[in-house]
Nanobody
Framework: QVQLVESGGGLVQAGGSLRLSCAAS????????MGWFRQAPEKEREFVAA????????YYANSVKGRFTISRDNAKNSVYLQMNSLKPEDTAVYYC??????????????????WGQGTQVTVSS
């Protein structure tokens, strides 16, 4: 079992920045890949970014590449999403997810077994 708790969401103006955090507990955090996804109102949940077990490999959706950075601190059992140059279309509930079955990053939503409760990010124009 893995428990995930996100934090750091909020309201920000376009062009601003936010840093999301996800604290994990349960299984050995340093042994599996992690990802961030988001879901806007009336839209399907979509992939944002993912990171390997060691942090050496990352993968981003084209829509956030160059603006968002995923990182992890295995000593703190945490994964982060630094979001810069935010746009109104980034408004969504952001979820972190754990994929204990693999060590490399994946964008495939159904591969992730554990999910946090989500944190709201709202970007005003």
């Amino acid at each position: 079992q893995v428990q995930l708790v996100e934090s750091g969401g909020g309201l920000v103006q376009a062009g601003g920045s936010l840093r999301l955090s996800c604290a994990a507990s349960g299984r050995t955090f340093s042994s599996y890949a992690m990802g961030w996804f988001r879901q806007a109102p009336e839209k399907e949940r979509e992939f944002v970014a993912a990171i390997s077990w060691s942090g050496s490999s990352t993968y981003y959706a084209n829509s956030v590449k160059g603006r968002f950075t995923i990182s992890r601190d295995n000593a703190k059992n945490s994964v982060y999403l630094q979001m810069n140059s935010l746009k109104p279309e980034d408004t969504a509930v952001y979820y972190c997810a754990a994929d204990p079955g693999r060590m490399t990053p994946s964008s495939v939503i159904y591969e992730y077994d554990y999910w946090g409760q989500g944190t709201q990010v709202t970007v005003s124009s």
